[in-house]
């Protein structure tokens, strides 16, 4: 357990939840990491694993000391032994899930999204994103460099689809059988000194996992007691379904003289990396996993909100035209910051849903007999169509034109329910309580 000294230092949960396995227990449960070289050998991790224990000694600072004498300094769950951030023992966490089908634009989406909360978050907020492990969250820095921070400008770039197995996944023996674990991306949401609320930093400051698994995790069958990789849905406070348009015949039909996008073009075969599995597919066996994890009767709505990201909005604009993609934020009064626009935010959410409910009815449908609140963003993390490699027939973005519009405003939204003390605090007067969806305001 921890030590009097560091639990006087330190304001630590009651329970924690393992951002692998979804196991929560108690502070004191924890086990820690070994930090001397010969304790290597770990009975759930493999032999190149430092050894997990449970201590009995403690340093004056209260960290763990590790049969050999040396200070440990990182714990682990005592279900999976994975690495637990420390943080997650002291701040209250927010899982969120995003899914979609294959070749959705899915980590295009991720990476321009966190790149530009990364900038709006301070600017606009007062409020710091940082990664909690830079390690955890090296593929989306990968990403980011390539597209925003890339010294070549006019070569186009690809990003590499989420695998199902790989760096993103961890496999722990469980005893009888071993099972493969998602990593999640995590981040540490903290108001600057600017924010309103920076006294109460302790307790509006958030943890947030969120997880990103392949297309293809979420094939009817691919859930099973040896890959829970999607069973991080029922735990979730939000849920991000990913539309892709240009995978849509009906889409396409409708884009026909309205779209110089290459993926919008009529053919009569699909696009590489793209699948037979419907996207309607893909959505009701997500909403089945969470009701059969969650414990949700069919005919139960689910109470935590769901997010349909159109994707690809530079694609199909011309479809609604009226539509501005100017940042839907507004100034407060006697401050420097911003607020989100809500009334706009809900106008174009309910004119993207009649689109939708006109081209592809069935997702509507399977979205509104699931959900309390739905909400439906267009997103471009672009801001440009593709273009064709003549040599290879492959598709790539120039980073010289990567202009990517409202990706940032699924997760602030989400965050204005769950983190309201965070985004809510400069919403034109009364704060959110956490975990009310404003489905008036929305």
């Known amino acids: 357990m921890l030590s009097t000294a560091k639990s006087q230092s330190l304001t630590l949960l009651n329970k924690v939840t393992c951002p692998h396995c979804w196991h929560a227990y108690a502070p004191e449960e924890s086990l820690w990491i070994s930090e001397h070289p010969d304790l290597l050998g770990d ?53 969120f899930s995003i899914f979609g089908a294959p070749a959705c634009g899915k980590s295009y989406f991720l990476t321009s999204m966190s790149w530009k ?18 390690a955890t969250n090296s593929r989306i820095h990968e990403y980011e460099e390539l597209q925003f921070m890339n010294p070549d400008l006019d070569t186009p770039v690809a990003l590499a689809k989420t695998e199902e197995q790989g760096d993103m996944y961890d496999t722990v023996d469980m005893g009888d059988h071993s099972v493969s674990l998602p990593r999640p991306f995590m981040f540490n949401l903290q108001p600057l000194s600017s924010h309103p609320r920076y006294s109460r930093n ?13 297309g293809e995790s979420f094939f009817p069958g691919a859930d099973k007691t040896v890959n829970p990789v999607t069973r991080h849905l029922a735990c979730s406070k939000c849920l991000f379904f990913c539309f892709d348009p240009t995978q849509d015949t009906r889409f396409r039909r409708a884009c026909e003289g309205k779209s110089d996008d290459p993926q919008m073009a009529s053919r009569t075969s699909r696009m ?32 935590r ?14 479809l609604l035209p009226d539509i501005s993609n100017e940042e839907p934020y507004l100034p407060v009064e006697g401050s420097k910051l911003c607020r989100l626009d809500s009334a706009r935010i809900k106008n174009v ?43 290879t027939g492959a598709l790539g973005i120039r980073p010289r034109d990567l202009q990517p519009y409202w990706v940032e405003i699924p997760m602030l939204l989400a965050l204005r329910n769950w983190a309201s003390g965070l985004i809510g605090a400069t919403d034109g007067g009364a704060l959110l309580e956490d975990g009310r969806w404003m489905v008036e305001k929305l």
């Open 43 to 95: 009975a759930k991790l493999g032999f190149q694993h430092a050894k997990r224990f449970l201590p009995s000694r403690f340093s004056p600072q209260g960290d763990a000391i590790d049969e050999l004498g040396q200070y440990a300094t990182r714990m682990a769950c005592p279900r999976c032994h994975l690495h637990v951030p420390r943080s997650m023992y002291q701040v209250p966490s927010l899982f």
């Open 117 to 134: 909360l990364r900038q709006t978050l301070p600017k606009r907020f007062a409020v710091s994103l940082s990664d909690v492990d830079a």
């Open 202 to 214: 302790r307790e509006i400051s958030k943890l947030v996992c969120l997880y990103d698994n392949a």
């Open 272 to 303: 590489a990396r793209e699948t037979t599995v419907r996207q309607d597919t893909i959505l009701l066996e997500a909403i089945q996993r969470v009701r059969r994890h969650a414990g949700l009767r069919d005919d139960e709505l689910h109470q």
């Open 305 to 318: 909100p769901l997010v349909i990201i159109v994707t690809k909005w530079d694609a199909w604009k011309n």
């Open 349 to 391: 959410s309910d004119k993207v849903g009649e689109l939708m409910a006109e081209i592809c009815p069935e997702i509507v449908a399977a979205a509104e007999g699931f959900s309390t609140s739905l909400t439906f963003i267009p997103v471009s993390a672009s801001g440009t169509s593709p273009t064709v490699d003549p040599a």
